[in-house]
T-cell receptor, first 111, second 112 residues
Framework: DTGVSQDPRHKITKRGQNVTFRCDPI?????LYWYRQTLGQGPEFLTY????????KSRLLSDRFSAERPKGSFSTLEIQRTEQGDSAMYLC?????????FGSGTQLSVL | KQEVTQIPAALSVPEGENLVLNCSFT??????LQWFRQDPGKGLTSLLL?????REQTSGRLNASLDKSSGRSTLYIAASQPGDSATYLC???????????FGAGTRLTVKP
């Protein structure tokens, strides 16, 4: 058990560019979550997968955001046409029960 | 709509003190409540999970209590140490148990 891995740790991009983040959950965990956190705030829910099925999406997840979890293993979160307001820490978590295990996050800065 | 509030936003104490962090939630119909720790620039680490049927949970120097009827939870840290310095967040799941609603956290500093 190596924990939840996220890549990259930091991403700096220019406004209008597309970015993609990757999350590798703990191997036996069938549940996977994406959250977004801005400075001084708690994480905000974005989306949830059970195995490969995306079962829930927050209204925060505009049509510029898309998430996938092919084969129920790793997950990717893509943001198209990034905006400065997308600057945040993007956190991935996985679970088998109610206890969540978080990765270290990807810090996105949109210039 | 479930809202989670944590007071105080920041707390600074000398090493060795016992301290209490507070968490309140507006909708008492919760399945459970979790306390997390977050170090600067890092992800969250789950500390304690209290089921709705439980009143408290303990892990080492940490004790978390839950009072659903009043919409409150407290995290008690005994004999605080500089290594306890971090942000502590509480979270409750919404009705579907997939969307966790977090408080903004209490930033704790323990001075040697």
């Amino acid at each position: 058990d190596t924990g939840v891995s996220q890549d990259p740790r930091h991403k700096i991009t220019k406004r209008g560019q597309n970015v993609t983040f990757r999350c590798d959950p703990i191997s036996e965990h069938n549940r996977l979550y994406w959250y977004r956190q801005t400075l001084g705030q708690g994480p905000e829910f974005l989306t949830y997968f059970q195995n490969e099925a995306q079962l829930e999406k927050s209204r925060l997840l505009s049509d510029r955001f898309s998430a996938e979890r092919p084969k129920g293993s790793f997950s990717t979160l893509e943001i198209q046409r990034t905006e400065q307001g997308d600057s945040a820490m993007y956190l991935c978590a996985s679970s088998l029960t109610e206890k969540l295990f978080f990765g270290s996050g990807t810090q996105l800065s949109v210039l | 709509k479930q809202e989670v509030t944590q007071i105080p936003a920041a707390l600074s104490v000398p090493e060795g003190e016992n301290l209490v962090l507070n968490c309140s939630f507006t909708d008492s119909a919760i399945y459970n409540l979790q306390w997390f720790r977050q170090d600067p620039g890092k992800g969250l680490t789950s500390l304690l999970l209290i089921q709705s049927s439980q009143r408290e949970q303990t892990s080492g120097r940490l004790n978390a209590s839950l009072d659903k009827s009043s919409g409150r939870s407290t995290l008690y840290i005994a004999a605080s140490q500089p290594g306890d310095s971090a942000t502590y967040l509480c979270a409750v799941p919404l009705y579907n148990n997939n969307d966790m609603r977090f408080g903004a956290g209490t930033r704790l500093t323990v001075k040697p």
